[in-house]
C-alpha cells in the first residue's frame, strides 16, 4: 500500500505521455461493462445464457447528431453568417460537432480581422482551449518569432484554426469533425476577406487547398477563392513541427519573406 501513490503517479504519467491529459467526467465510466450496441436491422439476438457476461465490443459513445445532418446545418448556419462577430455567435451555439462537449471553449480567433494575412491552424492545443485564444502556447510563441522576424505582429494578420474546439489529448480531429467545421472556417476566410492566406501545417493546408505533401507544397502559391474573389495562399511547416524539427525553420523563414514580399514590403 506504500506504493500505491508513486503507482497513481506512474498511471498518471503514462495517461498524460498518452495524450489523455482532459478530465471529461467525473466519474469513471467501465465501457466494457455496458451492453453492447444493438443492431437496427438485425433482430435482437437471444439474451445470453451467462447474464454477467462482459461483451467484447465497448458500447458506443452517446451518438452526436449524424454527421451529414451536422454538416448541412453547418453549412447553412455559417452562411446564415453576415459579419464575423455573427458567425462566432453563431459558433457558440452550434452542437453538432461533438468536439465542443470535451473542449473547454471555443477559440474563434486572435489579431485583427482588417489585416491582410490570414493564418490559419488545424485545432487548438491545451494552453488555446484554456485560453481561448489560438496560438498562445509554444507554437504560438514560435508563431510570434517569426512574424516578428518579417515585420508582422497579431495587429497585422488575423489568426483562425480549421477547428476551432479542442480534440481531447490533442489528438488530430477526425475527417467528419472537419467536414462539419469546414463551413465555418471558409465563411470565416470570407468575412475576413485577406489578401493572403497562410495555411500552418499539412492538415490546413489539405483541408482548404485540397493539397497534400506538406514538404512538398510549402513556399509555393496557390489560388484560393473565398466565396467572392481569388487570393494568394501558402501552406507553410507549421510551428509545431517547427519545434521538433528546427533545421525546418530556414525553409519557414524563406516562406514569411516570401509573405512579406507579396505584401509589398
Ligand atoms: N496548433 C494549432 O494548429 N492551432 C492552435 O491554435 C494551436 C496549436
Given at each position: 500500500m506504500a506504493d500505491a501513490p508513486a503507482s497513481a503517479r506512474q498511471l498518471l504519467d503514462f495517461y498524460l505521455e498518452a495524450g489523455a491529459d482532459a478530465l471529461i467526467g467525473e466519474e469513471p465510466v467501465d465501457r466494457f461493462a455496458e451492453p453492447a450496441p444493438v443492431s437496427r436491422t438485425v433482430p435482437a439476438a437471444p439474451a445470453p445464457s451467462k447474464p454477467d457476461r462482459v461483451p467484447l465490443v465497448p458500447a458506443a459513445a452517446p451518438a452526436p447528431a449524424a454527421p451529414d445532418a451536422a454538416a448541412t446545418e453547418a453549412r447553412e448556419a455559417a452562411r446564415s453568417a453576415r459579419t464575423l462577430d455573427e458567425l462566432r455567435a453563431i459558433l457558440e451555439r452550434f452542437d453538432g460537432c461533438a468536439l465542443k462537449?470535451?473542449?473547454?471553449?471555443?477559440?474563434?480567433?486572435?489579431?485583427?480581422?482588417?489585416?491582410?494575412?490570414?493564418?490559419?491552424?488545424?485545432?487548438?492545443?491545451?494552453?488555446?482551449?484554456?485560453?481561448g485564444v489560438p496560438f498562445v502556447g509554444r507554437s504560438g510563441k514560435l508563431l510570434d518569432l517569426m512574424l516578428a522576424a518579417v515585420g508582422l505582429d497579431r495587429s497585422s494578420v488575423y489568426i483562425a484554426n480549421v477547428v476551432p474546439w479542442r480534440p481531447p489529448g490533442n489528438r488530430t480531429p477526425t475527417p467528419q469533425e472537419t467536414q462539419i467545421c469546414l463551413p465555418f472556417i471558409t465563411r470565416q476566410i470570407e468575412l475576413a476577406d485577406p489578401d493572403i492566406l497562410v495555411c500552418l501545417g499539412g492538415p490546413s493546408a489539405q483541408t482548404l487547398l485540397g493539397q497534400s505533401g506538406i514538404t512538398k507544397i510549402r513556399g509555393r502559391?496557390?489560388?484560393?477563392?473565398?466565396?467572392?474573389?481569388?487570393?494568394?495562399?501558402?501552406?507553410?511547416?507549421?510551428?509545431?513541427?517547427?519545434?521538433?524539427?528546427?533545421?525546418?525553420?530556414?525553409?519557414?523563414?524563406?516562406?514569411?519573406l516570401a509573405i512579406k514580399k507579396a505584401l509589398g514590403g
Open positions: 462537449a470535451t473542449a473547454s471553449r471555443l477559440v474563434f480567433s486572435d489579431g485583427n480581422p482588417d489585416a491582410r494575412v490570414m493564418l490559419v491552424g488545424e485545432a487548438p492545443g491545451r494552453d488555446e482551449d484554456i485560453e502559391w496557390f489560388n484560393y477563392t473565398t466565396g467572392t474573389r481569388e487570393i494568394r495562399a501558402m501552406p507553410t511547416f507549421h510551428p509545431a513541427f517547427l519545434l521538433r524539427s528546427p533545421l525546418q525553420k530556414r525553409f519557414a523563414w524563406r516562406d514569411f
